[in-house]
């Protein structure tokens, strides 16, 4: 019997209509929670799918009101963008689209959030890489306090709903616990 370790699922660039509530459902199934870094632009058109995200139990995260990219925009309007979508999410959590941040910009948003990366991105939204490569990817990366990023688009739906009910079986199969970021 392995031991129980912990797990960070995270699904960036929601809500989507279409995909969110059909994640949240896989996630009921299997009683794993998760961290969804929301866009604010998709916020401010699907208020409901927010809400049902945060009534189902999971946690929220700002990742920007529109994505922009850290490294190619000026400071004054990166943040102006982060603070646009914290008034349409009500989380201490931020993700950097793309993960990319200038040191100025990572100095002053850690000031008032938590900045979360991750441990392994599921390239779910890529058309150069099949399904089963994906799993592979997220079993392999699944260990204790790892961060996995998946994305609840449009883009990714197809791989993300195919794979996620096999990825959720693995990670009971091997006493994972899917926590909330805090
Ligand atoms: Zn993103």
Redesign the pocket.
Known sequence: MNAEKNIYLTF??GPTPEVTLRVLALLKEYNAKATF?C?GKNVEQFPEIYNEILIQGHAVGN??YS?LNGWITNNKKYFADVNKASVLIKSRLF?P??GKLLPIQWFIIKKSYKIVFWTCLSKDYSEKINEEKILYRVKKASKNNAVIVF?DTIKASKKLLNILPEYLEFLKSENFNCVLIK
């Open positions: 960036d660039d870094f866009l990742h920007s994505h993700r689209p793309y994305h």
